[in-house]
C-alpha cells in the first residue's frame, strides 16, 4: 500500500490494519554512507574553504572599520544598527543558496550524510507514532467499553421510567389513596398487637407490688408503705411513649407517689429512661434513634 493510498483512506474515515500494514511493508533499502572522500576531492574542498575564509576574514575587517565613532549617541547607533540588520535579513531572504562546493563526490558524501541523520529521525519519529498509537488503540477499546455500559445503562433506565410510566397511567388516585389507607392500618393493627404483647409480658413478670409482697418486707423490718394508686410498668412505658410522640419538644414526665420507685430505678439503670438534668423528678423516654 503506497503512502498517498493511506493517507487517502484516512481522509476517507477508513479505518486502518496498521499492524498489517507496518508487517507487510518493506523496510527501506540502506543507504549506503561515505565517510571519506578522495585525496583530491578533499584539496579541493580544503582550497574552497581557505578562499571563503579569507573573503570573511576580509568583510569582518571592512565592518569593523565601517563602525561609526564612539562619541555618537547610543540611541542613533541602535537605531543604525537596526536598520543594517534588517537590510541584510532582507538581502538573505531574496539570495538564493550557493553550494560550497560543486565537487559531486563531495556533495555525494554531504548528501549521505544527511539522508543518513533524516533516516535515523525518521527512524524516531516512526517509534514514536507506532507507540502514540498503541496508546490511542488502548485509550479506544477503553472508551468503547465504557460506551457500551453507559449505552447498557440508558437501556435499563429507559425500560424502567416506561414501566414506572405505565403503572402510574394504569394507578388512579382512588385506588393510590385506598392502598395507603390499607398500609395505615395494617400498621396500627401491628402496633396494637405488638402493645398488646408488651403488656402481657410486663404484667407476668413485672407485677405491681401486692399486700403480702408488703408483709414479707415488714417481716424483715423493711418499712415499706404501699400506695394503692400505682400505676403498672405497662402504663408508664406507654406514658412515656405517648409524650414523646405528642411533645417531643418536652417529652419529660413528672414523677409522683403513682409511679413505684423500683420501677423507675430500674427503667433509668437499663437506659431505657433517662433523668432530666436540672430536675430530678422528671424523666424521659431514652433516644432509640
Not at 562619541?71 to 543604525?80: G, K, L, T, W
Not at 534588517?86 to 559531486?104: D, I
Request: charged content about 30%.
Amino acid at each position: 500500500m503506497s503512502l498517498n493510498e493511506v493517507t487517502l483512506q484516512q481522509d476517507n474515515g477508513q479505518p486502518l490494519d496498521t499492524e498489517s500494514e507496518v508487517q507487510d511493508t518493506p523496510a527501506p533499502p540502506a543507504i549506503p554512507f561515505y565517510t571519506e572522500c578522495s585525496e583530491a576531492a578533499q584539496a579541493q574542498l580544503f582550497n574552497e574553504c581557505e578562499e571563503q575564509f579569507a573573503q570573511l576574514e576580509m568583510l569582518q575587517n571592512e565592518i569593523i572599520l565601517a563602525e561609526p565613532d564612539s562619541d555618537e549617541n547610543p540611541q542613533e547607533q541602535s537605531v543604525n544598527r537596526l536598520t543594517a540588520v534588517a537590510a541584510e535579513l532582507k538581502q538573505w531572504q531574496t539570495r538564493r543558496p550557493e553550494l560550497l562546493s560543486t565537487n559531486p563526490e563531495v556533495l555525494l558524501v554531504v548528501g549521505a550524510e544527511e539522508l543518513q541523520k533524516l533516516n535515523s529521525q525518521l527512524e524516531l519519529v516512526l517509534s514514536c507514532s507506532q507507540a502514540k498509537r498503541d496508546i490511542l488503540r488502548e485509550t479506544l477499546k477503553s472508551e468503547q467499553k465504557w460506551l457500551e455500559e453507559k449505552k447498557e445503562v440508558l437501556r435499563a433506565g429507559t425500560e424502567h421510567v416506561v414501566k414506572q410510566r405505565l403503572e402510574n397511567e394504569r394507578l388512579s388516585e382512588h385506588s393510590v389513596l385506598q392502598d395507603t389507607k390499607k398500609k395505615i392500618q395494617k400498621m396500627k393493627d401491628y402496633q396494637n398487637r405488638l402493645m398488646e404483647t408488651l403488656a402481657d409480658v410486663l404484667a407476668e413478670h413485672f407485677p405491681l407490688p401486692t399486700q403480702e409482697t408488703n408483709a414479707d418486707k415488714k417481716e424483715k423490718n423493711i418499712p415499706q408503705e404501699l400506695n394503692e394508686n400505682l400505676i403498672s410498668l405497662n402504663e408508664v412505658l406507654e406514658l412515656l411513649m405517648n409524650t414523646t410522640l405528642e411533645t417531643p419538644h418536652d417529652p419529660y414526665i413528672s414523677i409522683d407517689e403513682t409511679f413505684w420507685p423500683p420501677y423507675t430505678e430500674m427503667l433509668l439503670r437499663h437506659g431505657i429512661a433517662q433523668r432530666h438534668p436540672e430536675d430530678c423528678f422528671k424523666i424521659r423516654l431514652e433516644t432509640f434513634y
